[in-house]
């Protein structure tokens, strides 16, 4: 199909992917880049970084990694990517922690990784006039919002937020026709999902509640191309469940 009958093709488009380095972030910035996007990826970890830019189709591409919990990389970041089409914020933590353990140190690391950088980077790029006129921004939230998993009280809460957030800024970016929805993963085979089961979580059965299976970093990149492609022109201020059925039989309403 032609690009300019393709709406869901990204071709023309610069696309900020943070958490580029691993997981769903990773998948995210190289389907973006097959669907024709230009991509700026950030993530800690400068080699795997490295390691995602290479496996980028097309040109134009660029990468900076950057600590995004710190308004040092925040600024770095924001200072560097110029005018952007979309946004997908997939970076992100999760560290197990019974509610009777959590203190403020577990608190403040969880939220300033999963909460603060996402509102404070989009806050600043709003203020410097960085997202195109029609722009999508997305972020990547958790099926954990809904389900309340056990040991992850503070991790739900902080992608909690973002729903709220997401609600809100839908409204005051309406004006510039620049779009803000939220996707919420279920159980997707990501380095973050083996530590959660290499730190104590047993997830097997959960696995075997999820009718379609364990998914896969593609499942939530197809559904951000989606978001971030004109095809989602009249979405906004939308949360999209993708668990493979996990969470149907327990009456959810987002």
Not at 199 to 224: I, Q
């Amino acid at each position: 199909m032609n690009a300019e009958r393709d709406p869901f093709s990204l071709e023309g488009k610069r696309i900020l992917v943070t958490g580029a380095s691993s997981g769903i972030g990773r998948q995210i910035a190289i389907s973006c880049s097959q669907m024709g996007a230009r991509i700026i990826m950030t993530g800690r970890d400068a080699t795997r970084l490295q390691a995602t830019y290479e496996e980028l189709e097309g040109q134009g591409h660029a990468q900076l990694a950057a600590d995004l919990a710190t308004q040092e990389g925040i600024d770095r970041l924001v200072g560097a990517c110029g005018v952007i089409d979309g946004l997908a914020h997939a970076a992100g933590m999760s560290k197990l922690a019974p509610f009777r353990m959590i203190g403020r140190a577990h608190l403040d690391e969880t939220f300033a990784a999963n909460t603060y950088a996402p509102m404070l980077l989009t806050r600043a790029l709003l203020a410097k006039k960085q997202v195109a006129q029609g722009g999508s921004l997305l972020f990547v939230a958790s099926i954990a919002s809904h389900i309340g998993p056990l040991a992850s009280g503070a991790y739900a809460a902080s992608k909690s937020a973002l729903l709220g957030m997401v609600r809100s800024l839908g409204m005051e970016v309406a004006k510039q026709g620049i779009r803000a929805n939220c996707l919420a993963p279920g159980y997707v085979r990501t380095p973050l999902l083996d530590g959660l089961q290499g730190s104590g979580g047993n997830m097997d059965h959960l696995f075997e509640l999820t009718p379609l299976g364990m998914g896969e970093p593609e499942d939530v990149a197809y559904a951000a191309v989606f978001y971030l492609s004109d095809a989602s022109r009249w979405v906004t201020r939308n949360y999209a469940i993708l668990d493979g059925g996990f969470s149907a039989p327990m009456d959810i309403y987002a």
